[in-house]
């Protein structure tokens, strides 16, 4: 159990460990972040903001917890203290290209992990009544499900603080519980079934590792860019229909057609795709802040699928059977140890591929007379974002409009500009093809 004040580092936490670079590099040092940002409608008080992000901190331990690496590693929990919050006011001309520079700057600041609280903001000012909100929170405090969480608490108590009389927030266990509630379950019936599930669905897997453009033992200067784009919405539209047909989640399709797109790029029928789940185990600690995602290998047998509906039949399976057995990576890896071995190669490295869905009512709301509403960047990259600690990752989302909105990010020091854009192609050219003829045969 857990001592007050020191606390051991959740399975997660202990896997960043893995890719431990000290403070000023990997999933520790200053660039492992996560950002969002937000356009707010209505008259914004800079002041009232603080006191609401103050607030939050004070409510979500995470925030203002130390993660102490000597040894087997450990956390500490410190008094709140206040949030860092930049105005600055912004050029009217072309606003939504103006708000995703914004965010593109916040995320291209340096931010030390001994620096709390875990979470800063920026506020960009159009207009008495047009801004953005950035959220910037060190990746080691929150995942992409927290960020979301904080901003619905932010605008609850910018709304309590206006006049106004929200709903009340819900009832919130901290990370510790959830650490707590790990460590419980550790070497139960249930994680015994998982590892034995894990073993036998892995026998023989390797993960499908990518060519780099560049050798690791090269030494080039890393950095982390992020190529945005989006897909138009008719091609969203054959994909839900699809969703609709086969009784399956936008991932599962979108997850189907990379592995097309992947066992013909690798001329093989046996994939093998690391992903993420939530991670956050019971519906308990779905309100929680912290940083929970579980990093899960989907093997999916390509072999004897006559047409992509095929495929998805498989991979929904493969998922179903995955998310029945969620397990931190660092057990899986004990039951599989030959699973990552490509990658350790020095032309080689593991791209990730990620469909988020956000928290139930988190993508827009009010905070009294605010409005605001998420921002899904989709027009400018950067080559100096958020760092991924190894290799690159695709990250999808369908926003409000319909759109697929994309993201990969690769790091500098092993892939080049041009091998990204040739992926960023092939794959939409694929996810094209296999909508367009759900039941017609797939070709080699």
Known sequence: MSIAGLLPLSWNQGFLRAWDQGDEAGPFGPRYIIVCGYRL???VDPDVLQEALDEVVARHEALRTEIVRDGDGHQVVHPPRPVRLTVRDLPGDDRDRRAEELLNEAEAEAYPIKELPLVRAVLGRFGDDDAVLGLIAHHT???????????????????????????????????????????????GDDAERALAYWREKLAGAQVLGTRTDHLRSAGLPKTTAWRRFSLPGTLTGAVRDIVKETRSSPFMVLLAAYAVYLGRREGTADVVVPSFSSGRGPARFHETVGSFFNYLPFRIALEDCRTFKDVITRTRQTCVEAYANDLPFGQILGVAPALMA???????AVVAFQVFKSPPGTERG????????????????????????????????????????GSFAFNTNLYSEERVDGMVEDFSAVLKELTADLHGPLRP
Request: glycine share 12%; with cysteine.
């Open 41 to 43: 409608t209505g008259p």
């Open 141 to 187: 405090a929150v995942d992409e499900w927290s960020i979301r969480l904080i901003m619905r608490d932010v605008a609850h108590g910018y709304a309590t603080r206006t006049g106004h009389r929200p709903p009340d927030l819900p009832e919130v266990l901290q990370y510790r519980d959830y650490v707590d509630w790990e460590r419980a379950g550790a070497g």
């Open 342 to 348: 490509p990658v350790a190669q020095d032309d080689c």
């Open 366 to 405: 009010r905070a009294g007379d605010l409005a605001y509403e998420v921002i899904h960047r989709r027009r400018l990259s950067q080559w100096d974002g958020g760092d991924v600690p190894d290799g690159g990752m695709w990250h999808l989302e369908i926003d409000s409009t319909g759109d697929i909105v």
